[in-house]
């Protein structure tokens, strides 16, 4: 049974205006967008990420978006890796985008996007 399970395709996140979440997605992070989404009969995107996938559901959203933890490696997240996690910081902070360093002293941080849903970054030089 150890290799039924043979990759991770995509992870869904939800949100609360397609428009918003694409300017974060697209436009601070750089994601590409795939234009094969279905029309599923509500709005949202896939965008890419290597051989994966984000689907952005905009659908009512049934968890709180008070009270989450201000650091993302307290709640649930996604996790990226990058080459370079200092070009990442320079487009967070001049999108407005607040973030906290791993805590475990890996070159990591940690953001949200404008849904409140948690991203991590790992820095993989060479990847």
Known sequence: MA??????????????DTATALSFYQGVLGMALDENR???GYPGAWLKVGEQQ???LEVPN????????VHGGLDRHLAFYLED??????ALDKAGVGYTLSRSG??????????QNALEFIELPGC
């Not at 996690?85 to 320079?90: A, D, F, G, P, R």
């Not at 070159?107 to 949200?112: D, K, N, P, S, T």
């Open 3 to 16: 290799d039924l399970v043979k990759g991770f395709h995509h992870g869904s996140l939800i949100v609360a």
């Open 38 to 40: 279905p029309d599923l």
């Open 54 to 56: 984000i689907h952005l």
């Open 62 to 69: 049934p968890d709180p978006l008070q009270g989450r933890p």
């Open 85 to 90: 996690l200092n070009k990442l910081t320079s």
């Open 106 to 115: 890996r070159r990591a941080l940690f953001c949200r996007d404008p849904d």
